[in-house]
């Protein structure tokens, strides 16, 4: 395998000798389509869709959704770019520092891995003082504020009764939360 000179490995595209991994603005509710018709132009595409339980008043179904709102993935060369902007329902690359973010491909295959053992996965990005909500567990349903952030546990302080619990809670088992009735 080929590596560049940051140690990201480049393979061999349709397109030229070095594809990488980019990031794609989206129109909203696009990100299927946009994969498709990128498919459709040879590219190498990838919309991570999470699998959840959708509840109808006649049936609960399994449907799968994007998990990145209005963002899909693209294996391109340079003189690929110029093809994924043309496509329909692309709005332009994500940019980083002036240039298109590059995605490693091992963030590619962790997030394939994840969304393979996982359903209901929920892509947020939790912050020191945002309330949140428990989805599971023994504090479920109840609302927080989270105080720290370590690798995969925040530290949440949970006001219930007139007193502070304060409890290290895995963050795959907690979402936002709307903003408090001040």
Same mark, same amino acid.
């Given at each position: 395998?080929?590596? /560049? ?5 480049? #393979?061999?595209?349709? @397109?030229?000798?070095?594809? &990488?991994? $980019? =990031?794609? $603005? ?10 498709? @018709? ?6 190498? #595409? $990838?919309?991570?869709?999470?699998? !959840?339980?959708? &509840?109808?008043?006649?049936? +609960? ?6 998990? %990145? ?9 340079? &003189? ?9 329902? !692309?709005?332009?690359? !994500? ?9 490693? /491909? ?7 891995? %994840? ?5 209901? !996965?929920?892509?947020? /990005?939790? &912050?020191?003082?945002?309330?949140? +909500?428990?989805?599971?567990?023994? %504090? ?5 504020? *989270? ?12 006001? #219930? @009764?007139? %007193? *502070?619990?304060?409890?290290?809670? /895995? ?8 903003? =408090?009735?001040?």
């Amino acid at each position: 395998m080929n590596c /560049d000179s940051s140690g990201e490995a480049m #393979s061999i595209g349709k @397109l030229g000798l070095n594809t &990488k991994w $980019y =990031a794609i $603005y989206t129109r909203p509710r696009w990100e299927k389509k946009v994969d498709l @018709l990128l498919k459709e132009q040879g590219l190498e #595409s $990838y919309c991570p869709l999470n699998k !959840v339980r959708r &509840k109808w008043s006649d049936r +609960i179904k399994m449907v799968e959704e994007p998990l %990145f709102k209005s963002y899909v993935f693209v294996r391109t060369d340079d &003189k690929g770019k110029a093809i994924v902007r043309l496509t329909g329902g !692309v709005i332009n690359f !994500v940019y980083w520092n002036g240039k298109p973010a590059i995605v490693k /491909d091992k963030e590619i295959i962790s997030i394939r891995r %994840f969304l393979d053992e996982y359903e209901n !996965v929920q892509a947020i /990005d939790l &912050k020191p003082h945002q309330r949140i +909500i428990v989805t599971s567990g023994p %504090f479920m349903d109840l609302e927080g504020k *989270v105080l720290e952030l370590r690798n995969k546990v925040a530290r949440v302080a949970i006001d #219930s @009764l007139g %007193f *502070v619990l304060v409890a290290n809670i /895995d963050k795959s088992k907690l979402s936002s939360a709307p903003p =408090a009735a001040e």
